[in-house]
């Protein structure tokens, strides 16, 4: 037996190698590259996300086939030609194409990258002359669309292109190996003695914040909304009050990693969208007044039907006489002349400093690449009107995640907890490692945190402007927001465009919150814009169910009842 083992590695050694070569045409002394495995993407629970699978890279050696001779009577394929229109079909691609690729100058070629297994075999079997393969890997996603922004994807070279993929590059991609040998077109190794071999080194699993239930019932809602409203996009984000973490973060439109259209799926909207969050961003105008001593919740307000500031003449959302709202109603009601009346007597660098402290005009730290910082202008650059816009959420840029890190701070006694989205990684022997604890801040005190959530709740009473948004049996708290948009391009660039942002973004339970959720369409207007009527329903939906997921009992305690009008008897 060990002589005949011995007998068969002096073969191989010493009289196979020219039979590969008689055979194949051309063999090769090579350093090819071991790719690692990268690693997989997971929810919380470690359901997985992302992952990576064996496949192969169909390539061809044009020169190769360009040598080959065609003999007389031999039907096999021997040419470009008659290679191509074997190859072409198997592989899914256009002959011609093929046929010009296997006639070039090239030395090699790829034909067709990450093919599966079983595919790239029927082709090695049809022993055409100059078609090998090659080991690689190729990046797969179970649930196909699902948190595709917020994953991203890789090339073709293993490489993130955008979201957690591009993120986490060097966690995920882990290191190459690499073997030195002599190889047959086929991709086989032709044994010589002389190989040389480097064991590439596993990339690590990573285990997101993301809860893949909770994600796709907020894709599938925000999907669904989208196109009842006709609105242009549409973005839902569930934060972890207490810890930042981002429990989903959905968008629509959406696309399938596996399997993009062409177009540009580099951005994340949640993160790199901006818009004016409108009356939203009332909240913050509340709490520097608040913590300004200018006002409490049961402060008057003398609102008239119109108010005018510089060369602005106000508004309200619905026509009124004279109204004696406290400051409480005029939150509930979402009035705009209320907001910029006490926005006056606050002051332009209060509210910026108080806007800044809640972390607009940064980015909110997340850790996923095309996240945008917003534009929040100085006082020094505000103009005459600028206190009667941005008290109310205009003239200022915000992203969607901005916005829930906003209430999600109010939620948690006033203090900001930096959202985040990776909660650990896991190397090849298993260990787990968590996450850094995430950055936190004090914005505002633990009493005015409290005045503010008693005040938003008002917004989800009857007689508020989103009763929609309650969640059976659950205290809730939060506000509306309804915008006009401006348009980024064409004739009316920098104009407003005639559609709107809706959205709502709120808290439960409200006197002891665990979640926050932020609904933001964009483009509404044909089938209605009112934050209250097009966002606060899904906010419910999610709301409800995030709460229900993970147990959340209801407080069993009543809200405070507040005056919302000096004419309350």
Request: charged fraction near 20%.
């Amino acid at each position: 037996m060990v002589l005949l083992l011995a007998s068969r590695l002096v073969q191989l050694q010493g009289f196979q190698p020219a039979a590969y070569a008689a055979g194949a045409g051309v063999n090769r002394t090579q350093e090819r590259l071991l790719p690692s495995q990268r690693g997989e993407v997971m929810d919380r629970n470690g359901n997985p996300l992302a992952l990576s699978v064996v496949a192969k890279n169909i390539y061809a050696e044009p020169q190769t086939i360009a040598k080959s001779v065609c003999q007389q009577g031999v039907t096999e394929p021997c040419d470009a030609k008659s290679i191509a229109e074997v190859v072409a079909p198997m592989l899914g691609l256009d002959v011609a194409k093929v046929t010009a690729q296997l006639s070039s100058s090239k030395h090699f070629v790829y034909l067709k990258r990450a093919v599966d297994p079983a595919l790239a075999q029927q082709v090695i079997d049809k022993s055409l002359p100059g078609i090998g393969q090659e080991a690689t890997s190729k990046r797969v996603h179970p649930s196909h669309d699902l948190a595709a922004g917020v994953l991203g994807f890789t090339n073709f070279e293993g490489i993130g292109q955008a979201g957690v993929e591009m993120a986490l590059q060097k966690v995920l991609a882990g290191k190459d190996g690499k073997t030195v040998a002599r190889f047959d077109s086929a991709g086989r190794v032709i044994p010589t003695g002389t190989d040389s071999h480097i064991d590439p080194i596993a990339g690590k699993d990573v285990s997101l914040t993301l809860d893949r239930d909770l994600q796709w019932y907020a894709q599938k809602l925000i999907a669904d909304q989208v196109a009842a409203t006709q609105a242009k996009t549409g973005t839902v984000i569930v934060l972890d009050v207490k810890t930042g973490q981002v429990m989903a973060m959905a968008t629509a439109p959406t696309f399938d990693p596996d399997n993009r259209p062409s177009g540009d799926f580099t951005a994340n909207p949640a993160i790199s969208d901006v818009y004016e969050p409108g009356s939203v961003n009332k909240v913050i105008t509340a709490a520097a007044a608040l913590t300004a001593g200018i006002v409490t919740p049961a402060t008057v307000i003398d609102v008239p039907s119109t108010y005018q500031v510089s060369t602005k003449l106000l508004h309200d959302a619905e026509k009124h006489g004279l109204e004696h709202l406290t400051f409480a109603g005029v939150l509930a009601k979402s009035s705009n002349i209320g907001t910029v009346k006490v926005a006056q007597q606050l002051g332009s660098q209060k509210l910026y400093d108080m806007m800044r402290a809640f972390g607009f005009g940064e980015k909110t730290g997340v850790g996923l690449p095309g996240e945008s910082k917003g534009l929040i202008p100085k006082p020094a650059d505000w103009s005459g009107t600028s206190i009667a816009n941005i008290p109310i959420g205009q003239g200022i840029s915000v992203d969607a995640l901005q916005v829930a890190s906003v209430y999600a701070t109010v939620a948690n006694g006033g203090v900001r907890v930096q959202p985040n989205i990776v909660k650990s990684t896991r190397d090849a022997s298993g260990r787990v490692i968590p996450s850094a604890a995430p950055k936190q801040r004090r914005v505002i005190s633990p009493e005015v945190a409290l005045q503010l959530r008693e005040m938003l709740e008002s917004v989800v009473s009857e007689q508020g402007t989103a009763p929609l948004a309650a969640v059976a049996g659950y205290r809730v708290a939060g506000k509306t927001g309804t915008a006009q948009r401006v348009a980024t391009s064409g004739p009316r660039a920098g104009h407003y465009d005639g559609t709107y942002t809706s959205s709502f973004i709120g808290m439960a339970p409200a006197d002891a919150p665990r979640f926050v959720t932020a609904v933001v369409l964009q483009g509404t207007g044909a089938k209605g814009y009112f934050g209250g009527q097009v966002a606060a329903p899904l906010f419910s939906k999610v709301m409800g169910f995030a709460l229900r997921s993970y147990d959340v009992p209801p407080t069993g305690t009543m809200p405070k009842p507040l005056r919302l009008s000096a004419d309350q008897p």
